[in-house]
């Protein structure tokens, strides 16, 4: 579908999914959506392309959209106008004070980072983890009970999910600097390791000295093992300018029996229109990672679970971070072989 009738479908059905999502702040029976089947991994969409379903839009209500539909029995989060320094299910590692702010048409909010040192290599940097607790705050399992139980947290924990945020970096200050959000795991403890029991999916500045795609999996607090990913378009974190970033994960149904997962990062490059301040949600498919197991550190070990005690968006080598919106839901995943 071209532009112009991306533009068409926001006019037309903007006004009636907020005003459904205005009244329905109680969970309701899981209502049935038509399922279009997405690309698989070899034959992923052009960059030109936008990714929208056909024919609907999904509203955030934060004016954000929803690539997928809701899963109305499962758990969400959108920050909208809420004050997150009031909430118990949002919070930052640094327990820095959330500013609120305003240039223009638009508000946000702005956070400094934290101070962390990296165990690999002794450095001492910043860092920033905005934590969204949508099922629960509570932790019940590691990554080995998670395999046995399906969840982290428990049965309404995030799995497969879409989380969304609308962010900006300030004045770098380390050479490790990205931006990842990471699903289905836990809290990160050096008492306990093995909560951590979690997946990401990176972006970064073009000097990173890494890929800027990446795919990484945690199980362990701090053992990463990375996948380097081929960008569908080339997109690098910049300061002082604003972005948007979708990550996406659902577990698949094949038909073998075999146990994958499929998890997307999506960028929106420039999300405001700068005449009003509104979000353009013009998001375009950056980089794919099929869960299989493979690997070296975590062989054979499929994140599948459901999680997300916290989903975290964490930014490295910054002072501060800004954020416009934040979200995190349940999904109705399409139909992938």
């Not at 969304?164 to 306990?192: F, L, P």
């Amino acid at each position: 579908m071209q532009f112009s009738s991306w533009k068409e479908w926001i006019k037309k059905y903007l006004k009636n999914d907020n005003n459904y999502n205005n009244k329905n702040e109680k969970h309701e029976e899981e209502q049935q959506y038509p399922s279009t089947p997405l690309p698989s991994s070899t034959e992923l969409l052009q960059p030109s392309q936008e990714i929208i379903r056909e024919n609907v839009i999904y509203n955030n209500n934060d004016g954000t959209i929803r690539l997928f539909p809701t899963n109305k029995n499962g758990s969400y989060f959108i920050l909208g106008k809420q004050n997150p320094n009031k909430l118990k299910n949002f919070t930052t590692d640094s327990r820095n004070e959330f500013v609120k702010k305003k240039e223009g048409n638009i508000e946000y909010w702005s956070v400094f980072s934290g101070d962390i040192t990296y165990k690999s290599t002794g450095e001492h940097a910043k860092s920033c983890r905005l934590n969204i607790f949508a099922s629960t705050t509570k932790q019940t399992n590691d990554w080995k009970a998670a395999m046995k139980s399906g969840f982290i947290g428990n049965k309404k924990d995030l799995k497969n999910q879409e989380v969304t945020v609308i962010i900006r970096v300030n004045k770098r200050v380390g050479r490790k600097t990205a931006c990842c959000i990471k699903m289905r795991g836990g809290g990160h403890h050096k008492y306990s390791p093995d909560q951590a029991a979690c997946i990401q999916l990176d972006v970064s500045t073009r000097d990173s000295g890494h890929a800027a795609a990446r795919w990484a999996k945690e199980l362990s607090h701090p053992l990463y093992e990375y996948q380097n990913l081929k960008p569908f378009f080339e997109f690098f974190v910049e300061e002082g300018k604003w972005f948007g970033m979708k990550t996406t994960s659902w577990n698949n149904n094949s038909k073998d029996n075999t146990r994958t997962t499929t998890n997307r990062c999506y960028i929106d490059p420039d999300p405001f229109n700068s005449a009003d301040g509104t979000l353009r949600n013009n998001y375009r498919l950056y980089s794919e990672y099929i869960d299989k197991g493979n690997g070296t550190k975590y062989p054979e070990i499929v994140v599948n679970w459901a999680g997300g005690v916290p989903t975290t968006i964490r930014v490295d080598g910054f002072e501060s971070v800004d954020f416009y919106a934040c979200n995190a839901g349940e999904i109705i995943p399409p139909l992938v072989d």
